[in-house]
């Protein structure tokens, strides 16, 4: 079962910031956040992932709550291209599976 | 660029037919690979998860004679479906895990139409 529970949808304009939530309220204390996008008949696409502190890079930042137990992604200017559905992931490392949740869709409208 | 590489993208085939589909780590070896499989509008669902060297581990309702996966090297798992049918068309997906690095890297997906 996927640890995460995120909101079915989402929609924003262009050129604004998108927030996408994300609850793990189970995550275990060495078990990182991992978020990754999805466009159409595409395979996953890695964005960012964090432990305890906030995360940022050429794409996205990543703010986690201090008890951890949900985080945000921030897409700080969304293009058109950024509609995709996104999944926040708890990642217990090593060898272990990654399980996906729903996911949530973001749409940015012009 | 992509460091997981799979092959071919998109296949069609007849009924009872098998298809073998390759997932490739391009620069790393990787001992984990995982085989996902998604149907329109929902979520990728783990089939199975490879071991290099190892028999394969099925998710629950997971048919492991008709999913066969090989994972003959540190590089390279197949999935093959064998005696396919409509029900089985479906966007297939891998990843692969770095053990020196945490998360997986997805394949680009296999489109499989049965007809």
């Known amino acids: 079962d996927a640890k995460t529970t995120q909101p079915t949808s989402m929609d924003c304009a262009e050129g604004r910031a998108a927030n996408l939530p994300c609850n793990h309220s189970?995550?275990?204390?060495?078990?990182?956040v991992y978020w990754y996008r999805q466009i159409h008949s595409q395979g996953p696409q890695y964005i960012i992932h964090?432990?305890?502190n906030n995360e940022t890079n050429e794409m996205a930042s990543l703010i986690i709550t201090e008890d951890r137990k949900s985080s945000t992604l921030i897409l700080p200017h969304a293009t058109l291209r950024d509609t995709a559905v996104y999944y926040c992931?708890?990642?217990?490392?090593?060898?272990?599976?990654?399980?996906f949740g729903k996911g949530i869709t973001l749409s940015v409208r012009p | 660029g992509a460091v997981v590489s799979q092959h071919p993208s998109r296949v069609i085939c007849k009924s009872g037919t098998s298809v073998k589909i390759e997932c490739r780590s391009l620069?790393?070896?990787?001992?984990?690979m995982f085989w996902y499989r998604q149907f329109p509008k929902q979520s990728l669902m783990l089939m199975a998860t490879?071991?290099?060297?190892?028999?394969?581990?099925?998710e629950q309702g997971v048919e492991k004679d008709k999913f066969l996966i090989n994972h003959a090297s540190l590089t390279l798992s197949t999935l093959t479906v064998t005696s396919a049918h409509p029900e089985d068309s479906s966007f297939y997906i891998c990843?692969?895990?770095?053990?020196?690095?945490?998360?997986?890297?997805f394949g680009q997906g296999t489109r499989l139409t049965v007809v």
């Open positions: 990843s692969a895990r770095n053990p020196a690095r945490r998360g997986a890297f």
């Open positions: 189970t995550i275990s204390g060495n078990e990182y």
């Open positions: 964090g432990l305890k």
């Open positions: 992931i708890v990642d217990s490392g090593a060898n272990s599976k990654l399980t």
């Open positions: 620069d790393f070896q990787a001992t984990t």
């Open positions: 490879s071991n290099e060297g190892s028999k394969a581990t099925y």
